[in-house]
């Protein structure tokens, strides 16, 4: 478990249990444009995917699910709830889930975010994901079928290590 102080509020990342899933359910309902339904966290849950929450004391604030399959992780979602957003948690469960795969021995990760998010788009080209290709019409939306870039971290030409050391570096 990593703790951090953000902001004087101790923020910390934890493995996901039982009993997170309807507070994550809750988060995934407000925070996102895509919603997963609480069956499909369940799921991930039972299916022994790596699976996180990222809290504020008490309080469940985000949460991160990383697939494993041979060599290659995928990260399934990641989302912090609107009213904890722009605090850097998101920018912390990103890592910890770059830290997990490497920890697997993932030698990439993959993940898909919507062509419209620019906010995740940036965290994660901050981060070494580099886009790869595009999924037409991947979210469905009231407002119809949306894109989604396809991005990869690639363990051999971005190093774990280098945002391991920017973990480090923030603790100093």
Request: aromatic share 10%; net charge negative.
């Amino acid at each position: 478990m990593m703790a951090i102080s953000i902001q004087q509020k101790e923020f910390f990342i934890r493995d996901m249990g039982p009993d997170d899933l309807d507070e994550v359910g809750s988060i995934e309902q407000i925070a996102s444009a895509h919603p997963w339904r609480r069956s499909l966290f369940q799921s991930c849950f039972d299916g022994g995917y790596h699976c996180m929450v990222g809290c504020v004391g008490d309080t469940v604030v985000g949460f991160g699910i990383l697939s494993l399959a041979a060599s290659e992780a995928h990260l399934q979602n990641i989302a912090v709830s609107p009213s904890w957003q722009g605090k850097g948690y998101g920018r912390e469960l990103l890592e910890s889930i770059i830290d997990q795969a490497d920890q697997l021995d993932a030698r990439v990760i993959f993940l898909e975010v919507s062509v419209e998010n620019s906010v995740a788009l940036s965290l994660y080209i901050a981060h070494g994901f580099r886009e790869i290709g595009i999924r037409k019409n991947y979210y469905t939306t009231p407002e119809g079928k949306k894109n989604a870039r396809i991005m990869r971290f690639d363990f051999s030409k971005t190093s774990g290590l280098e945002v391991l050391t920017k973990m480090i570096r923030r603790t100093d």
